[in-house]
C-alpha cells in the first residue's frame, strides 16, 4: 500500500519535474573547507559596515559559495566574499555581497533579533571545535543584528544573546557588512594552533530565497554544525573573564475603577520596583546569569483561552530569564509536533505561576470583596550555563518564589488573611557529554520542588516533589541514522491531602470505578512513576523515517516543575516521508509524510489508533501550500467521565489544508483550515486567514483572524448524585462558536529604536441542549452509550442547579451543579516602545490594556458582545523600566 502511494503521488509531480542535472562537476572541493584568521596590531577597524580601512584591501578574501537552495549543489547567482582578523580582544569579520542590481536589494528594518525576507549574511563560530554547538552572528542589509546558538548539530536557540557589534552598507556594488564579536563572548580553549569550525552563509530572498554556503552540504545529509569549515590562524587568546551588571528600576501605575471597592476608595495603585540582571562569562565556557527581583512587565501577554477540557493549556515561554539557554535545561519526553512534543522535566512556566491556593471565608459573615496577587513573586533566580571544551554540557538552575497571601473583608470592617502559596524553592541540574566526535550524546537530570508549608494551613500542595532521568542520543553509520532514548523517574510526597488530589488528578484517576490495574489509597503521603521513550530514525536521503514509543507509568507526576497532560498510557508511532527538493521545474521542495500511532494503558485497553497523510509544496515563486487526512478509531477514553468509568470514544476523521503567498511582497496572505467528523456526529470547522501589510521598509502591519465552530454532541456537564446514591455522568450536545483576532502593528525607527502594538480580542459562546447521562459507557453505539433526560430535566436559575424529574410528576428526583450556556469574552493590548540607548542597555515605556466579561445564557452575538465588553471598566497599566548594562 506504502509503495502505491508513493507511485501516485511521483506521478502527480511529473509535470512539475525537468531531468535531473549536475550543478557542478566535483564538489568535494568545497567542503569542509579552511580559512585563515591574521592577527592585526595597530590597525583599527571602525565598524560602520563600509569596509574603507586598508587592512581591508590586504586583506585574504575567501569566496565561491554554494546553494543549498533553490539549486541544491549550483554556485551562488552573485559573488560572496569574506575576510578574517582578529585582535586579544576581538574577532573582526568583513564581507562583500556582490549584487548588479543594489536598488532591488531588500533591506527591512526590524528590531534586533527579528527575522525578516532581507537580505542577510551569517557568521557562524562552533569555537568549541565539537561538531554540535555554534554562536551565530547575522546581519541584513539594513543593519539589523541577529544572534543565536546552534546546539545538538541541528537545533537552534534564537533566545540566546551576546553583546557584539556589527553594521551594514548598500553601495553601488551590493552590499557590505562588519562583524566585531568579542572572544569574551565566546567558548573556547587557548592554544598555539587553535582550530574552530566556521561558517558563513547568505540569504538571497528575490532570487527563489536563495541560500549559498561557503562550506557545502547538501539536503540529502543530514546535520548543519557538522558540515562547517575551519578557521585557523587564532594564537594565544586571553580573554578577561567578563561580568555584566545590568540594574534596572521600574515604575507602573493601574488605573481601573475596578481597583475601588470599599477597602480600597482610588481607582489608581502605584508600583515601584528595583532590581538586578547578573551574567558572568568563564573562560571554562559557562556562563552564569541571575536576576535579582526580576521585572517582566514589557512581555507580551498570553493569548486569551477558554478551557473547557480537563487537561491544563500549555502556554510558551515568554520571560527573556528563563529563555536564554533554556535548551540546555530541557529534558524532552515527547516527540513530533502535537501535544507530545510538550512533554518535559521542566517548565519553566511553573516558576512565578499564579497562586494556587484560597482563603476559606467564614460562611457566617458577609464578604464585601478579596483581594488576590496574580501572580507569585520571584525574589531570585539564577542558573548556570554552558558547555566545556572536553564536551561537558552543564545546566543548573535555581529560584526561589515568595510566599503570598490572600485577602477576604467583611462587612464588619475585619479582614482575614491566609496563605495562597508557600515560599518554595526550585532547583534543576542537568548535564550532557558529547562522544565520538558529537555523534553521541549521553546525559542526565535532576530537578526539585521544595516547599515550606509548616504553619500556612496549606495541606493540598506537594511539599516535595523530585524527578531525575537519563538520556542518550545516539547518530550511526556516517550520521545516516539515529537513536534517541530516555528513560525517568518522579516522586512527590506531601498531606494525605495533596496525595488524594494527585491519585485524583485528570492525568491519572487512581479512583476510576473500572480501573483495575490501578489502587487509590487515601492513606498515601507519596507517589511514584516512571517514564521510557525510545525512538529509531532514518536521518537522510530522500525516503527518511523514524519509529518508536513512550511509556508513562499511572504514578509519573511531574506538573511541580514539569509539563505532563496525562500518563497511564503506553504509545507507539511510525512515521516515513518522501522528501523531494530537486530537479523540479515549478517546485522547490516536496514532502509526503505517512503516520500512524497507537496508544494504550497499563491495563492494556486501547485508548486510540489512528494514521494520517500529508503533503507539502514549496513553489518557485515562494508561495507554499499544504494538505492533509486523519483517519481516527476509537478507544476507550479514562478521562471523559471525570473519574468515572471509561468512555468508549467514536471513529473520526478530519482534513486540512494551508497555503500561503510569498512572504517577500508587501502584501502577504495565508489561509488555514480545518473540517472534523466523527460518528457521533461530532463536527468541527474552523478557518484562519491572517493578512500581512508592509507599506515601508520599517512598517510591519498584521492581522490574524480564526474562527472555529463546535457542534458537539457529547459536552461535559458534570456529575450528579441520585435519589439512590449512585453517582451519574451528565452530558449534552453543544453548539459553540469562538472567534479571535490578533492584530500587530511594528514600526522601526533605528536597528535600536521600535514602537510595537499588538492587540487580542476574543469571543466564545456555547449553547448545551438535549442533556443526557452515561448508561453504557462501553457501547459503540451513541443511543445506547446516552440516555437523554428530555423533559425530566430543567434549570433552576435562582439556585444555580439543575433538576431531575425523572417521573415528571412535579418531585424532584436529584439536583446537581453544573456548565451552563456561557458567553466569555477578552481583549488585551500592549504597547511597546523599546529603546537600545547603548549596546546591553534599554528603556522601556508599557502601556497595557485589558477588558474581560462572562455571561451565562447569552448567544453569540460579535456585535452585542463587542459592545458589552468594552462598556466594561478596563484595566490599564503603564510601566517604565530602565535599565543599564555595566562591563565590570
Avoid at 183 to 192: A, C, I, K, P
Avoid at 734 to 757: C, E, F, G, H
Amino acid at each position: 500500500m506504502l509503495k502505491k502511494v508513493i507511485f501516485f503521488g511521483i506521478m502527480f509531480l511529473t509535470p512539475f519535474c525537468i531531468k535531473a542535472k549536475l550543478a557542478s562537476e566535483d564538489l568535494d572541493g568545497y567542503r569542509f573547507r579552511e580559512a585563515t584568521a591574521t592577527l592585526i596590531n595597530n590597525d583599527r577597524i571602525v565598524i560602520d559596515g563600509i569596509l574603507d580601512e586598508q587592512i581591508w584591501q590586504s586583506g585574504n578574501w575567501q569566496g565561491d559559495f554554494i546553494q543549498r537552495d533553490p539549486d541544491d549543489g549550483s554556485p551562488e547567482t552573485y559573488r560572496t566574499e569574506f575576510c578574517v582578523f582578529y585582535d586579544s580582544d576581538y574577532l573582526y569579520v568583513g564581507a562583500k555581497a556582490h549584487d548588479p542590481e543594489p536598488d532591488k536589494i531588500i533591506a527591512i528594518l526590524t528590531r534586533r533579533d527579528r527575522y525578516s525576507q532581507s537580505d542577510w549574511m551569517y557568521v557562524s563560530l562552533d569555537s568549541y571545535n565539537d561538531n554540535r554547538t555554534a554562536f551565530e552572528f547575522g546581519i541584513n542589509a539594513a543593519g539589523v543584528k541577529r544572534d543565536l546558538r546552534r546546539f545538538d548539530d541541528t537545533n537552534a536557540d534564537d533566545d540566546w544573546d551576546a553583546v557584539w557589534e556589527g553594521k551594514s552598507h548598500i553601495n553601488d556594488k551590493g552590499w557590505t557588512a562588519e562583524w566585531r564579536i568579542p572572544f569574551r563572548e565566546l567558548r573556547f580553549t587557548s592554544g598555539d594552533d587553535m582550530q574552530w569550525g566556521f561558517q558563513m552563509y547568505r540569504e538571497l530572498p528575490r532570487h527563489n530565497s536563495e541560500l549559498s554556503v561557503w562550506s557545502y552540504w547538501s539536503h540529502s545529509e543530514e546535520g548543519f554544525v557538522s558540515h562547517y569549515g575551519t578557521l585557523k590562524g587564532l594564537r594565544n587568546i586571553s580573554v578577561k573573564d567578563p561580568i555584566y551588571v545590568a540594574p534596572f528600576v521600574a515604575g507602573q501605575a493601574k488605573v481601573s475603577e475596578n481597583l475601588v471597592n470599599p477597602v480600597h476608595e482610588n481607582s489608581y495603585d502605584l508600583l515601584s520596583n528595583i532590581g538586578a540582571d547578573i551574567r558572568f562569562s568563564s573562560r571554562k565556557g559557562l556562563t552564569f546569569n541571575a536576576t535579582i527581583n526580576p521585572d517582566f512587565g514589557q512581555v507580551e501577554a498570553d493569548p486569551a483561552d477558554f478551557n473547557l477540557t480537563e487537561f491544563e493549556t500549555y502556554f510558551r515561554e515568554n520571560r527573556p530569564f528563563f529563555m536564554e539557554g533554556g535548551n540546555i535545561l530541557r529534558f524532552n519526553l515527547g516527540f513530533g509536533d502535537g501535544d507530545a512534543q510538550f512533554n518535559n522535566l521542566f517548565y519553566s512556566r511553573r516558576i512565578g505561576r499564579s497562586p494556587q491556593g484560597w482563603v476559606s471565608a467564614d460562611a457566617e459573615k458577609e464578604v464585601i470583596t478579596t483581594s488576590y496577587p496574580e501572580r507569585t513573586n520571584i525574589l531570585g533566580a539564577a542558573k548556570l550555563t554552558g558547555k566545556t571544551t572536553k564536551g561537558l554540557s552543564i545546566g543548573v538552575m535555581e529560584a526561589v518564589t515568595s510566599e503570598e497571601t490572600g485577602k477576604v473583608f467583611y462587612e464588619n470592617d475585619s479582614r482575614q488573611v491566609g496563605v495562597i502559596e508557600p515560599l518554595s524553592n526550585y532547583w534543576l541540574s542537568r548535564i550532557q557529554r558529547d562522544f565520538n566526535d558529537g555523534q553521541t550524546s549521553i546525559g542526565g537530570i535532576f530537578t526539585a520542588v521544595n516547599r515550606k508549608l509548616d504553619d500556612t494551613g496549606i495541606d493540598y500542595l506537594h511539599k516535595a516533589a523530585y524527578t531525575g532521568g537519563i538520556d542518550i542520543d545516539h547518530e550511526f553509520f556516517d550520521r545516516k541514522y539515529g537513536f534517541q532514548g530516555a528513560i525517568a523517574f518522579s516522586n512527590v510526597q506531601g498531606d494525605t491531602n495533596a496525595i488524594q488530589a494527585t491519585q485524583m488528578s485528570s492525568a491519572r484517576y487512581y479512583n476510576r470505578v473500572d480501573a483495575d490495574h490501578l489502587e487509590y489509597d487515601p492513606l498515601r503521603t507519596s507517589l511514584s512513576g516512571y517514564a521510557v521513550k525510545a525512538i529509531f530514525t532514518k536521518n537522510t536521503g530522500n525516503i527518511r523515517a523514524a519509529t518508536g514509543g513512550s511509556a508513562f507509568s499511572p504514578g509519573f507526576e511531574i506538573n511541580d516543575m514539569g509539563y505532563l497532560r496525562q500518563v497511564d498510557d503506553i504509545t507507539q508511532f511510525t512515521w516515513v516521508q518522501y522528501y523531494k527538493w530537486e530537479d523540479m521545474k515549478r517546485l522547490r521542495s516536496f514532502r509526503m509524510n505517512f503516520n500512524q500511532w497507537s496508544n494504550w494503558n497499563f491495563n492494556g485497553d486501547r485508548r486510540n489508533i489512528g494514521g494520517n497523510i500529508n503533503m507539502h509544496f514549496d513553489f518557485n515563486n515562494n508561495w507554499g501550500s499544504g494538505f492533509g487526512m486523519n483517519k481516527g478509531w476509537g478507544g476507550l477514553d479514562p478521562a471523559s467521565n471525570r473519574g468515572g468509568p471509561a468512555l468508549r470514544t467514536p471513529d473520526s476523521w478530519n482534513i486540512w489544508g494551508y497555503t500561503h503567498t510569498d512572504g517577500r511582497k508587501k502584501v502577504i496572505l495565508q489561509m488555514v483550515g480545518f473540517y472534523f467528523q466523527n460518528s457521533d456526529d461530532v463536527i468541527g470547522i474552523g478557518i484562519e486567514p491572517e493578512i500581512t501589510w508592509r507599506p515601508r521598509q520599517n512598517i510591519q502591519l498584521t492581522t490574524q483572524v480564526e474562527f472555529n465552530r463546535l457542534q458537539d454532541t457529547w459536552a461535559w456537564i458534570g456529575k450528579a448524585e441520585d435519589e439512590n446514591g449512585a453517582t451519574q455522568y451528565i452530558w449534552s450536545s453543544m453548539n459553540q462558536k469562538t472567534i479571535s483576532l490578533v492584530m500587530r502593528a511594528d514600526l522601526t525607527l533605528t536597528p535600536t529604536l521600535s514602537i510595537q502594538y499588538i492587540a487580542q480580542p476574543f469571543l466564545t459562546a456555547g449553547e448545551y441542549f438535549d442533556l443526557m447521562r452515561v448508561n453504557d459507557p462501553y457501547a459503540k453505539d451513541y443511543d445506547r452509550r446516552f440516555e437523554k433526560f428530555g423533559d425530566a430535566i430543567s434549570y433552576n436559575s435562582e439556585n444555580c442547579e439543575y433538576e431531575v424529574d425523572k417521573e415528571n410528576d412535579g418531585i424532584i428526583d436529584y439536583t446537581f451543579e453544573g456548565q451552563t450556556d456561557f458567553n466569555y469574552k477578552q481583549f488585551h493590548s500592549n504597547l511597546v516602545v523599546r529603546w537600545e540607548y547603548r549596546t546591553g542597555s534599554s528603556i522601556f515605556l508599557v502601556w497595557s490594556q485589558g477588558f474581560t466579561d462572562y455571561e451565562s445564557f447569552k448567544p453569540f452575538d460579535v456585535s452585542r458582545d463587542a459592545r458589552t465588553l468594552f462598556n466594561n471598566d478596563g484595566d490599564n497599566v503603564f510601566m517604565i523600566k530602565i535599565s543599564h548594562m555595566l562591563n565590570m
